[in-house]
């Protein structure tokens, strides 16, 4: 039996965590080469991630935030890439444990920085064009973003033919846990600053170019939408369409789930972060993981 004190000390104690069921991107490696981004808030040390100063999702459509996340700041260094390299971006949950959203579609985006090193270039009022979207793996089945619950990363390939130069690239995960209510799609957008070498000529058409927020509207079917009713229904992506000029673009986000684990990015699986997420309404009953429940919250529940 379980007495009441207990167990009101064990759901306040709860409520301090919550901010763990959110996230932000924690690291990035542009072909070989592995970045750690700042702790949101923390004091920032050099990277190449734009640093956000919330893990909490960004609301609505039309949000000032959807640009780079949440109060995104500049980053002092560039990656260095080439066309067709690997970039892979490791999202965590606010406790850095592995990304804990399993519902939803990840886009990608960049933007030209001009001539200009990324590191000053103020990305509100850019033009973004985009070279990546994935759905559910398989039509009817789990999403591409369920893959990172493992701790794997999303892949995303540069465009092979794409013309050298300054580039933001922006990852943007889409979390439609609670999008059957208009402006409860989650947005968690993270931009990586970029510098392209190569002799590539590819570039967007001007009809391919789109604002962030800008391009999107709350009631979107992409945006506003039940995930759950009808798991076969084609998703509609929400923003412009690839870029034409991305030919041959392999968009293998995360690795497939067979290999998931062993490919994944060192995280601590035994976390118990996020462990409280089955006393938060329906919000987070789709993304209730056993794993990510401590042996005291699990001896709470039902056994499954
Ligand atoms: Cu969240």
């Not at 459509?61 to 995104?72: H, K, M, R, T």
């Not at 609670?178 to 009809?207: D, K, N, S």
């Amino acid at each position: 039996m379980i007495s009441p004190i207990f167990l009101s000390v064990l759901l306040s104690s709860c409520a301090v965590q919550l901010v763990s069921a959110h996230g932000w991107l924690g690291s990035v490696t542009v072909g070989s080469q592995t970045f750690i981004g700042n702790v949101p808030n923390a004091s920032p040390t050099g990277t190449v991630i734009r640093q956000i100063d919330d893990v909490d999702p960004v609301k609505g459509a039309s949000n000032a935030f959807l640009n780079c996340g949440q109060n995104a700041q500049l980053a002092s260094d560039v990656a260095q890439a080439n066309p067709g390299d690997t970039v892979a971006f490791t999202w965590v949950n606010g406790d850095d444990g592995p990304w804990v959203h399993n519902t939803g579609p990840m886009q990608t985006y960049m933007t030209s920085c001009g001539s200009q090193d990324c590191s000053s270039f103020d990305s509100s009022d850019a033009s973004w064009f985009k070279i990546q979207e994935q759905g559910r793996i398989t039509p009817g089945g789990d999403w591409a973003m369920s893959l990172m619950n493992t701790g794997a990363p999303a892949n995303v390939t540069i465009p092979s033919n794409i013309a050298p130069g300054n580039y933001l690239i922006r990852h943007e995960l889409i979390a439609l846990q609670i999008a059957q209510t208009e402006g409860g799609a989650e947005f968690y957008p993270a931009c990586v600053q970029l510098t392209i070498g190569g002799t590539g000529t590819g570039t967007p058409t001007g009809e391919e170019l789109v604002k962030l927020p800008g391009a999107y509207s709350d009631t979107d079917p992409g945006i506003l939408v039940d995930a759950y009713s009808n798991p076969s229904a084609d998703y509609v992506f929400p923003g412009p369409p690839v870029a034409a000029f991305v030919s041959g673009n392999t968009t293998t986000t995360a690795p497939s789930a067979s290999s998931a684990s062993a490919s994944a990015a060192p995280s601590s699986s035994t976390s118990a972060s996020g462990s409280c997420k089955k006393r938060r309404s329906v919000e987070l009953v789709d993304d209730v993981r056993p794993r990510m429940l401590s042996r005291v919250m699990k001896s709470l529940l039902p056994q499954e």
